[in-house]
């Protein structure tokens, strides 16, 4: 089931309506080009006999119920986000991934690959597949143990830490102390850190740290200082949840929206700007249910013209994280949400 973030829509639209309303959207995702009652007449003459007449009074009825509207002094029509909602929610009808789409999904699982590598490949394929904004979000760190910590002298005052954590995952950082760092201290301290460390819950060191290192007994006592002191650096790991990865930039700019140079810079300045996606996806709800999310119900104004599909994965032995696809509203929903669907599944480990 597809699940979005406002309620269903309370609109009971007859069959006439429906097969309107599902032939606006239709060709409005295929054309980019506001819908007439000439057009959509021939579109839908060989399942559907109305006159032209007909629909243009079913297409009032329609905007006057929100779902499709006339840009400027156009005749034709061009769907609401009400109106994508509506259609993907109860119209649309899903389209089979092909067979040789599903042989190149299927090989982002290929073994020998480490899960950097599989996301990073997933990103790309995505937006091959798609031809919009693929993102990928890696797993988000949260319940994670220490297997090592490192300390390296980079200089006479200069330490860098090396945090060897679970899932292969590495965080370093640099030290700044105001005294000469000796090489014998430094290696006791390390040992002495990772007797109390190795082992532990990331987060309870956050706030367990200090307490840990007052019973060492070693005679540099301002270098444990420098340790404590910097313990929320030592074990901040905002830089390695804030790892994202994007494909299809170029996908985008070249559908007909972005012939407008304003759109240009909007879709440049939010891919150079991860923090605006990660922010989006890790306020996603955390369910294996698809999301899609059509405009304004993103809840960011700087997309208030696109569209997201999301879905959660979670990766063997490295937690759950996000994939999804940005495109303009007349996004080609019936293909995009089954491709995304498979992609989420093999990542988690499940057999399509």
Do not use: C, W
């Amino acid at each position: 089931m597809i699940k979005n973030s406002i309620n269903n829509i309370d609109l009971k639209l007859n069959e006439r309506e429906r097969a309107i309303l599902r032939s606006i959207v239709n060709l409005y995702i295929a054309n980019a080009s506001p819908v007439g009652s000439r057009k959509l007449s021939k579109f839908i003459e060989h399942n559907l006999s109305i006159s032209p007449a007909t629909i243009r009074n079913v297409m009032v009825d329609l905007e006057e119920m929100e779902l499709v509207t006339h840009p400027h002094t156009s005749a034709g029509r061009i769907p609401t986000d009400k109106g994508y909602r509506f259609y993907v929610d109860y119209l649309m009808q899903m389209e089979k991934i092909s067979e040789q789409e599903q042989q190149v999904i299927n090989s982002i699982a290929d073994d020998g690959k480490d899960s950097d590598s599989i996301l990073k490949e997933t990103s790309k394929l995505l937006g091959i597949l798609s031809k919009y904004l693929a993102v990928v979000r890696i797993p988000t760190v949260k319940e994670i143990k220490v297997r090592k910590l490192e300390l390296i002298k980079l200089s006479s005052t200069h330490i860098l830490v090396v945090l060897a954590l679970e899932s292969n995952i590495v965080n370093t950082v640099t030290l700044e102390a105001r005294f000469e760092v000796e090489d014998g201290h430094l290696e006791q301290i390390a040992r002495a850190i990772n007797e109390r460390i190795v082992g532990r819950n990331i987060n309870d060191l956050k706030t367990s740290f200090p307490e840990i290192m007052t019973d060492i007994e070693l005679s540099e006592k301002p270098l444990i200082r420098l340790f404590v002191d910097s313990v929320d650096k030592i074990f901040n790991l905002k830089s390695v949840n804030n790892k994202l990865f994007t494909s299809g930039t170029q996908n985008l700019l070249e559908l007909p929206e972005f012939e407008d140079i304003a759109r240009v810079k909007s879709i440049i300045e939010l891919v150079e700007n991860e923090d605006i996606i990660i922010h989006l996806l890790d306020n996603m709800p955390e369910q294996n249910d698809m999301q899609v999310y059509i405009g304004s119900e993103i809840g960011d104004k700087q997309l208030s013209d696109y569209s997201m599909i999301v879905s959660n994965y979670n990766l063997a032995d490295s937690g759950s994280g996000a994939i999804g696809l940005i495109g303009p509203k007349r996004m080609q929903y019936n293909k995009m949400l089954p491709l995304v669907k498979i992609v989420s599944e093999l990542l988690s480990g499940k057999k399509n």
